[in-house]
């Protein structure tokens, strides 16, 4: 089973996205779950977290900007992006908390130009 992120685009600086993540069966509701990101040439790095009560925790250069959200009726977690840079160009992926290899799917490109 992968988890599906989708909602990516491309978008200007300044502009908006909302990322979606789910997969089949409850994967996403009866875990914690993050947002990650990956940009050309760099490691994949932590972007959001969110526990199952919905308590969140941003890396520092999103804070203010993203917000992560979750509807575990949909088992569905959710990446509000606004404010966007260039520097927030990457895939964005989502897992559990704690990651599971085979968790990871394609990801979601999100391409923001100055």
């Known amino acids: 089973v992968q988890l599906q992120a989708s909602g990516g685009g491309l978008v200007q600086a300044g502009g908006s996205l909302r990322l979606s993540c789910t997969a089949s069966g409850n994967i996403v509701s009866i875990n914690a779950m993050a947002w990650y990101r990956q940009a050309p040439g760099k490691q994949r790095e932590f972007v959001a977290g969110i526990t199952r009560g919905g308590t969140t925790n941003y890396v520092d250069s999103v804070k203010g900007r993203f917000t992560a959200a979750r509807d575990n009726g949909k088992n569905t977690v959710y990446l509000q992006m606004n404010s966007l840079k260039p520097e927030d160009t990457a895939v964005y992926y989502c897992?559990?908390?704690?990651?599971?290899?085979?968790?990871w799917g394609q990801g979601t490109q999100v391409t923001v130009s100055s």
């Open positions: 897992n559990t908390i704690p990651n599971r290899a085979e968790y």
